[in-house]
């Protein structure tokens, strides 16, 4: 079992910044990032492999958002830039069972409890 704990989340305006943080209790997991607005399914945002050095991004964010890893602190960050009313959710991480990025939710195994953006326009 993996515990993820997701920070970072709150309410900034439209064009602004955020940085959202994933503690894991484990490592050697590919880590994805999830998001699910109100009325919405929860969507693909981005992911990274274990070592770092493959990341994919929904096509709505690239360019916005960069997903990164610090296997040493066992965490894993989304800079969220140019931030948009249209991304406002709750963001989920995620940890795939694979070593490899993974962009599709039945892929993953474990998850954190969410936490909200809000971006005012």
């Known amino acids: 079992q993996v515990q993820l704990v997701e920070s970072g989340g709150g309410l900034v305006q439209a064009g602004g910044s955020l940085r959202l943080s994933c503690a894991a209790s484990?490592?050697?997991?590919?880590m994805g990032w999830f998001r699910q607005a109100p009325g919405k399914e929860r969507e693909f945002v981005a992911a990274?492999?274990?070592?770092?050095?493959?990341?994919y991004y929904a096509d709505s964010v690239k360019g916005r958002f960069t997903c990164s890893r610090d296997n040493a602190k066992n965490t894993v960050y989304l800079q969220m830039n140019s931030l948009k009313p249209e991304d406002t959710a709750v963001y989920y991480c995620?940890?795939?069972?694979?070593?490899?990025?993974?962009?599709?939710?039945?892929?993953?195994?474990?998850w954190g409890q969410g936490t909200q953006v809000t971006v005012s326009s």
């Open positions: 995620a940890a795939a069972l694979s070593i490899e990025a993974r962009t599709q939710e039945t892929e993953y195994a474990y």
């Open positions: 484990a490592s050697r997991y590919a």
């Open positions: 990274v492999s274990w070592s770092g050095g493959s990341t």
